[in-house]
Nanobody, 112 residues
C-alpha cells in the first residue's frame, strides 16, 4: 500500500510562487513516475507535470511550461512542484499521483 500526502498549497497573489510537496510512504517510490494534476471547480482533472523515476525526464502541460518545475528526491520519497508566476487560472486543487495511487489534494488559490 502506498500513501501520498500533498502539502504546500495556499493563497497567493497573481505573480507569486508556491512550492507543493508530495510525500510518499512505502519503499518503491523511486521506481515510479510521479505526476501532478489539478482540478478547478466545475472542470475535469487535468495533467500538469510528470517526472520519471530517475528524474532527468520531465513533461509539462503547455499552460504551465516555463512557470512550473517538477522535481523529486528519491532519498526523501518526495516529489515537488515549484510554481512561479502564478495566475488566477492556476487556482485548483492539486493532486500528486504515483502508479494507481492518488493523494488527497492541496488547494491552491491565486487572487487577482
Amino acid at each position: 500500500q502506498v500513501q501520498l500526502v500533498e502539502s504546500g498549497g495556499g493563497l497567493v497573489q497573481r505573480g507569486g510562487s508556491l512550492r507543493l510537496s508530495c510525500a510518499a510512504s512505502g519503499r518503491t517510490f523511486s521506481r515510479y513516475t510521479v505526476g501532478w494534476f489539478r482540478q478547478a471547480p466545475g472542470k475535469e482533472r487535468e495533467f500538469v507535470a510528470a517526472i520519471n523515476w530517475s528524474g532527468p525526464s520531465t513533461t509539462y502541460a503547455d499552460s504551465v511550461k516555463g512557470r512550473f518545475t517538477i522535481s523529486r528526491d528519491n532519498a526523501k520519497n518526495t516529489a515537488y512542484l515549484q510554481m512561479n508566476s502564478l495566475k488566477p487560472e492556476d487556482t485548483a486543487v492539486y493532486y500528486c499521483s504515483m502508479g494507481l495511487y492518488w493523494g488527497q489534494g492541496t488547494q491552491v488559490t491565486v487572487s487577482s
